[in-house]
């Protein structure tokens, strides 16, 4: 299927990046950090995480390009939990440049990303270890629900974050949705309801989903 990744070649059009992308990728994560970012940016630690991918030390980055220029990227790490040394893939971020929303780039970059984990996976149990699964999430105010409905459609929800407290960038929206969460609170206490804000409601509804697995992906990711 053209919208799932070749189990041996991955995802057609998505590449990895390499050090002669860095700049672009650091110019298109200014682009995602002016959109999303709920925290002071500080560039030298951008470019160093990038370089911490295309050095080959932990981190990995795909891009996608459109002639010279990239216009989509993935980045994600390998790391550990706090309670284990069994490593998975965990998403720092999914980004496509405004202009290419209509675009699939990231459904393509979500898909290069599964295949990752079913390349490392196999990998791993060549030499007796476990899988690495790949995890992802959203962090942003803004077309949650698209996203969250995206990424449901091909792996499972597991779980939820959630934040509290005032953050130093996009404030105003974060006030707006501690004030949306009390209203139905409070709705939801005098009509004796379990009912939550919209958006919660569609991430339960999609932790109920059960996406079922393409040829050869097995259960690398859980």
Known sequence: MK?????????????????????QIFTLLLLLHSENGLFGLVEEKVRWGIRYATNR??????????????VGSLGMLITTDWYSNDEYLLERWN???????RSDYARKLLEQAKWTSQWFSNEAKKKGRNPVPFQCGINSFDRTEAKV?????????IGAFFMYGELPLKNDKML?????VTEYGVKAQREHSREV??????ILRAGQLTPVPGPNEGNHVR
């Open 149 to 157: 409905r995206m990424y449901a459609r091909v792996m499972p929800c």
């Open 57 to 70: 030390q932990g981190g990995i980055i795909w891009v996608v390009n459109e002639g010279a220029r990239i």
């Open 3 to 23: 919208d799932r990744f070749d189990p041996e070649t991955g995802m057609p059009g998505v590449r990895l990046a390499t050090a002669a992308d860095e700049d």
């Open 197 to 202: 804000v919209p958006l919660v409601e569609t």
């Open 176 to 180: 707006a949705a501690m004030d949306e």
């Open 95 to 101: 980004y496509v440049h405004p202009r290419y929303r």
